[in-house]
């Protein structure tokens, strides 16, 4: 569970953005202001539970008073028609809450179901699935946490984690030497540096100057077992670049510690879940 004191801000942002300038006014006008409703929340697809607790906040931010009953929690794999929790509560409050509640009640049930994809792609190796920094603005703790919930891990949070040497820092700095020397000499230490490569001859030229992980980029399963074998447990193994449920089995085949995927969370689609009224 994430402490709400972090989630609370991105609901409460959602909540100032859907709510304009006036509010509802739709549900104002049709809804008296002591309507009591009940509703419930349902999945109309099977897949990976995430973000139960942002919805209920979404709704409790409106309703204190709202009443909250649990069917499943995070990570709970989903079949479709599967109840995941029940509400009662002011009608107005639910209804104006509905569409921020679910927006991210689906995006993360989406990323947790897309990594729960390629978990079990690889199931049986030792390699792990981990995200990146492609997130939607605004949300990457919420779907990085959905990437933990489902079965994968998390890489960098932001640019301040560790250093990760990419192909354009050593074009600047003009060879992978140079880049790491340069980042050594500036690393606190207790700061890890990864290294980037896209050959062979750049992931020697790394090992020589000394790495802490090395990041294998667009490598396919064959060069990924030599990368694996010149590494020799020297340093962290993390593979990427397209990375499928189809593609994966083979890259985790090659005994890499790590594949990296951006699309479990800049393009997984949302996990169809919504909420019925009783009654």
């Known amino acids: 569970m994430l402490p709400r004191l972090l989630v609370e801000p991105i609901v409460r942002a959602a909540l100032i953005e859907d ?3 006036a509010g509802d006014i739709t549900t104002d006008a049709v809804v008296p202001a002591d309507a009591r ?6 999945a109309r697809q099977p897949g990976v539970l995430g973000g139960l607790d942002a919805a209920l906040i979404a709704w409790e931010l409106l309703d204190p008073s709202l009443e909250f009953a649990r069917f499943a929690d995070d990570g709970a794999r989903l079949s479709r028609g599967d109840k995941v929790a029940a509400i009662r509560g002011n ?4 209804l104006a809450a509905e569409r921020v509640a679910l927006n991210l009640l689906c995006r993360i049930s989406g990323v947790a179901t897309a990594t729960r994809v390629l978990a079990d792609a690889i199931a049986g190796h030792k390699a792990k699935i981990v995200c ?4 939607t603005p605004g949300l990457r703790l919420l779907e990085k946490y959905a990437v933990r919930l489902g079965g994968g891990a998390n890489h960098r949070f932001g640019l301040d984690d560790a250093m990760l040497i990419k192909d354009n820092h050593i074009a600047l700095a003009g060879s992978v ?3 790491l ?3 050594k000499a500036a690393a606190g230490h207790l700061v890890k540096i990864e290294l980037e490569v896209d050959t062979l001859e750049q992931l020697a030229e790394g090992l020589e100057c000394g790495v802490d992980a090395v990041l294998l980029d667009n490598m396919d399963p064959e060069t990924l077992r030599r990368a ?3 590494v020799a447990g020297r340093a962290i193994t993390e593979a990427s670049g397209r990375i499928t449920a189809e593609t994966a089995p083979a890259i985790a085949a090659a005994g890499v510690d790590l594949i ?11 996990l169809d879940l919504g909420l019925d009224i009783e009654g």
Request: charged share 20%; proline share 3%.
């Open 132 to 135: 990146t920094r492609k997130t």
């Open 19 to 21: 709510f304009g300038r």
């Open 91 to 94: 009608a107005r409050a639910v």
């Open 181 to 183: 020397r340069r980042a």
């Open 177 to 179: 030497t140079e880049a």
């Open 37 to 42: 409703v009940e509703a419930v929340i349902a």
């Open 260 to 270: 990296s995927s951006g699309w479990i969370t800049h393009s997984a689609p949302i």
């Open 228 to 230: 694996v074998g010149m």
